[in-house]
């Protein structure tokens, strides 16, 4: 079955869109099939997954949101900068779809779950990148999704703002959509050196109840990687950050038993003797 990976935080500039981006790119790695849908009116996974402009792509999650179910195909894109990543794009009329939604649809938070519906079982995984907001666009991806993943920004202190309000909001979301798990929250920005580091670790501990073992550490890599529109793993597979989303993503498929078919090339290469950067 396809799980569906929302990452989600009200709280903007907390990694939700380096977190899908690279764990997309880490799963198609792993020979997994591999969809992202992104949510967010500034299309920043688009921007950086995408070989088009979002402003030039005729049906993004906008339309999708709006449109009857068969302008799904024409949606997905499969050729990305990322290989084997495929793409519903983004775009600046997600904010006026999602007010359409709120005003002319029965059942406003659950339209991307149906028109998703025709994609279970055909890819592996699917990852959707939420927008910094609580709204309509958020709950759409909660409520087409399996699994919850909450970056948590530990290098701030405002990291953990907000989120009794997201948890408040997926507990409602349960009500439509029971399946939805709790992956955990993800530490980014992390420095285990840090007093607010630990602080917010213990916080987040707390207030969340589940942490995921992996923690992405603060690396200029990240800026780069999205410049050059790839994933840290082409960047630097030697980077701790990289290493860091591959061992994130070999445990959610673990977790999810995602069952990855023989695997490409370039993960037989010699990732055992990698660096610590
Ligand atoms: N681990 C990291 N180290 C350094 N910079 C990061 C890291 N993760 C994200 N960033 C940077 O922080 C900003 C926000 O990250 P992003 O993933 O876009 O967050 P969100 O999607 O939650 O707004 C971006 O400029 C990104 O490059
Ligand atoms: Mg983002």
């Known amino acids: 079955m396809t799980q569906v990976i929302a990452v989600a935080n009200h709280k903007g500039g907390c990694g939700k869109t380096t977190t899908v981006v690279n764990l997309a790119a880490e799963f198609a790695r792993m020979g997994l099939s591999v969809l992202v849908v992104d949510m967010d009116p500034q299309a920043n996974a688009s921007l950086h997954l995408g070989k088009k402009h979002p402003s030039e792509v005729p049906v993004t999650t906008a339309e999708l949101l709006l449109a009857e179910v068969e302008k799904l195909p024409s949606a997905i894109y499969e050729d990305n900068h990322i290989p084997g990543v495929g793409l519903i794009y983004g775009s600046l009329q997600l904010g006026k779809a999602e007010d359409e939604l709120k005003d002319e649809t029965p059942r406003p938070s659950e ?8 994609l279970m079982g055909l890819y592996d995984v699917i990852l959707i990148d939420c927008p910094p907001s609580l709204k309509l666009l958020t709950s759409n991806a909660l409520a087409a999704s399996s699994q919850l993943i909450i970056p948590i920004e530990s290098g701030s202190q405002y990291g953990l703002y907000g989120v009794t ?5 997926v507990q409602r979301i349960r009500r439509i959509n029971p399946q939805l798990e709790l992956l955990g929250a993800l530490l980014v920005k992390h ?30 890599r990240v800026n780069q990687a999205a410049m050059a529109q790839t994933s840290l793993h082409s960047l630097d597979r030697s980077a701790k950050v990289a290493r860091e989303f591959r061992a ?5 498929a673990t977790q999810l038993a995602l069952n990855p078919r023989a695997p490409t090339e370039e993960t037989e290469t010699n990732d055992q003797d990698v660096q610590e950067s």
């Open 111 to 118: 339209e991307l779950r149906q028109k998703l519906a025709p």
């Open 165 to 169: 309000d997201l948890l408040r909001h």
């Open 191 to 220: 420095d285990e050196r840090q007093t607010v580091c630990r602080l917010i670790e213990g916080a987040a501990r707390e207030q969340i109840g589940k942490l995921l073992p992996v923690r992405i550490p603060t690396s200029t």
């Open 248 to 252: 994130l993503a070999q445990l959610i």
